[in-house]
Each structure stands twice: as C-alpha cells, then as structure tokens.
C-alpha cells in the first residue's frame, strides 16, 4: 500500500518580492530574476540586486502565486524570485526529488489555476490552503526519479508536439506571402481591390451583428438559433467555443444579420483584428455586436485567402495602423474594413495557397486531438505517479 504525504508536510512556502535595483543586463553582484516567463522555462531577460531578496536553487520549485497564470510550476532556476512568484523550498531533499514533486503539481495546473481563478478577487492568487493540501505518494527516492524521467519523456512527445503545431503555422504564412501575399514576384502587377469591392453586389455584404437594445445577454436562452461571437474566430480558425442561442421568434428580428457559409467573420470589439471563415455545415446564426462579416465575392476571392490576409498579411496590417494614427489603441470598424487594399492574386495562386493551408490545418488537427498531442498521455501517467501506481 501506497501511503500519502500532503504537500504543506514537505515544503516551506515563501513568497517573493519585487527587488529594489533590476538591470536589463548583468551587473556585478546582480542574480538572474525570476518571474513568470523564467519559471515557464525562459532564458531570464532581466537581473536583481536586493540584499533582503528571495532567492531560489535548482533545487528550490517556484510557483506563479499571482496573474491569469497562477498555478504554474517550474524549476532548475537560479536567482531572485519577483512579486508574482513564490519558492517551494523542499524540507527534507535526501527524501524528495525536486523534479518528481515538480512535474506533479505541473500536471495540477489546472485545478490551481481553476482555484485561483474561483476566489472573486481582482487579481487571481493561487489557494495556500488547497495548495498545501495537494497529496504526494510516499515512495522512496530511487523511485521518484524513476518516474520523474517516466513523465519527462511523455512531456518531451507533448512539446514535439507543440513545436510541430507552430511549425505548420509558420509554415502556412510563409506560403500565403510567397502566393498570394507581397513576396510573389508578380504582386505589383496584380490589381488592387479595396475589401468593399471584394465583397458580393448587394446591400449588406459587408456587416455588423445587432447593437444596443436589439440583442440583450439576458435574451440569450439554451438551444435555438445559434449566436456567433469573438470566441468563434479568436484563433484564427473557425472554432465552436461558448454556445449562444436565441429564440426563433428573436431570429426573425435579427434575420439581416444572418451568417452564411463561407462568409468570413472579423473581431471588431476586445481582441480585434482575428478573423476566420465560417464552415459549410454551419447551421442558422446570426452575430453578436463583437463582429463584422463578409459575404465575398467569390469569383474574384476565395473567402479563405480574405480571412488570412485580414489577420496576417503586414500590408493589410499596416493600413489598419495608419487608419488608427493617434488614437489610444487599434480599433476595427466597419468603415474601416470597406477601405483595406488588397492586390488581388489570380484564383490560381489563391487556390495554391488554399490547399496549403488545409493540408497544414489537417497536421494541426491531428496533433491537437488528445491521442495526436501527448497531453492525455501525461495527464495519465501523472495521475498514475500520484496514485502511486508507477
């Protein structure tokens, strides 16, 4: 039988403090300064002097105390712990290996994050409380590094993962700027179309959902006419995230703001600029405020190549910037969008890049599926370790 220790019983918890003197490079006397990037694995960009200081060891776990990232895990660090981070010195090393405890709470980033995230407060701190309640199995050291380096090698296939995933993404956006983008050497010859005159012949075309009063978050009810929103384009890709739905009599009023397939949808509120076209089988919807859409012209675009140059294409971004010289922050509207220039590549290079595109989205797929992605195999073998059961 595999006995449990709480994790309170076996660390020291001390958190940090922001330093008295931080230099963009190292000073005689200064340490490395470690914040949230560093116990994420970054090179540390910045270093600290402050006699009265935390400071952590490889041996030492740091913890992100604070932020939208409470709850993350690192070690193997050197230096002085900031603000937001707090050290989990191990009481009694000869019977903890530092990496075997780390990678545990690794795969407890979620409920730590979820925790701190539940507490109400404005900034979100990880829970002491359940934090040192978190239960370790009591197993010899010999076995811990067994599978510390058991849990390694699933979280190498994970990060390969990863890596692969950002590959194909970069991928893809070379090959839009040397097809359809700037880098074909054809481009200056191609003829430039402002986004309105990319879009179909009709009133309309070019669209906002619902403003003010005529949609309201209470009218939102569990099932009917499915509601569009920034969550379904923020990655770039058409995704299904939070479900919105709205009656079929509140349908008929907002039936203008109708979706289609193939349309392509923008973010014009909160996160802008991200755009994604809208997939064959969607079913009836309509937008929220958040959005803009573009029923394009087919013949002259393909909806894809529209929604990639949107989000990536630094022509296009440029002109947005322009439009906003002096104010506060970028910001998209629909006036805005009618006015962006594109030299429109023939339908040939549009349809090379489309099938590009697609074979790199099916890589991407693949590996984010849980038996392509490594994270179910981690998460399986992690809760085995804390069972005991390794």
């Not at 200081?53 to 900031?82: E, K």
């Not at 619902?210 to 009810?221: D, M, Q, Y």
Request: aromatic share 6%; hydrophobic share 40%; proline share 4%.
């Amino acid at each position: 039988m595999t006995y449990a220790v709480q994790l309170g019983n076996i660390i020291q918890l001390r958190k940090g403090k922001k330093a008295t003197e931080v230099h963009d490079q190292r000073v005689n006397g200064a340490m490395p300064y470690i914040q949230i990037d560093e116990v994420r694995g970054a090179k540390p960009q910045k270093y600290a002097h402050d006699a009265k200081g935390v400071s952590v060891t490889p041996d030492d776990l740091c913890i992100v105390w604070d932020g939208a990232n409470a709850g993350t895990v690192g070690y193997g660090v050197d230096g002085l712990i900031g603000s937001t981070v707090a050290r989990m010195r191990i009481k009694t090393p000869e019977e903890w290996d530092t990496e075997f405890v780390g990678r545990l709470l690794q795969s407890r980033f979620r409920q730590l994050n979820d925790e701190a995230q539940a507490r109400g407060a404005t900034i979100p701190h990880v829970d002491k409380s359940k934090l040192e309640a978190i239960e370790l199995p009591r197993i010899d050291r010999s076995a811990q590094r067994r599978i510390a380096s058991i849990l390694a090698r699933a979280d190498g296939i994970r990060r390969k993962r990863e890596r692969l995933i950002d590959e194909a993404q970069d991928f893809v956006r070379s090959a839009y700027l040397h097809t359809a983008g700037h880098l074909n050497p054809s481009h200056g010859d191609w003829e430039p179309f402002t986004i309105e005159a990319l879009a179909e012949d009709r009133k309309g075309a070019i669209r906002s959902g619902p403003f003010g009063s005529a949609l309201r978050h209470s009218e939102f009810v569990d099932e009917g006419i499915a509601v569009l929103g920034i969550d379904n384009a923020v990655k770039n890709k058409f995704a299904w995230a939070e479900r919105r739905f709205i009656t079929s009599s509140k349908y008929e009023e907002l039936r203008r703001y109708r979706v289609f397939p193939g349309d392509v949808i923008i973010t014009i509120m909160g996160t802008t600029g991200r755009s994604a076209v809208v997939p064959d089988d969607i079913p009836e919807a309509i937008t929220t405020k958040h959005l803009a859409t573009i029923t394009c012209n087919k013949e002259l675009i393909h909806p894809e190549v529209l929604s990639f140059a949107i989000h990536s294409d630094p022509l296009i971004i440029r002109q947005i910037k322009s439009f906003n010289k002096g104010a506060i922050m970028d910001g998209l509207n629909l006036g805005i969008i009618r006015k962006l220039e594109i030299n429109l590549p023939p339908m040939e290079e549009q349809l090379r890049f489309v099938r590009m595109l697609r074979k790199a989205r099916a890589i991407e797929t693949r590996f984010q599926t849980s038996e392509g992605s490594g994270e179910d195999l981690f998460q399986s073998l992690s809760q085995r370790a804390f069972r005991g059961e390794l």
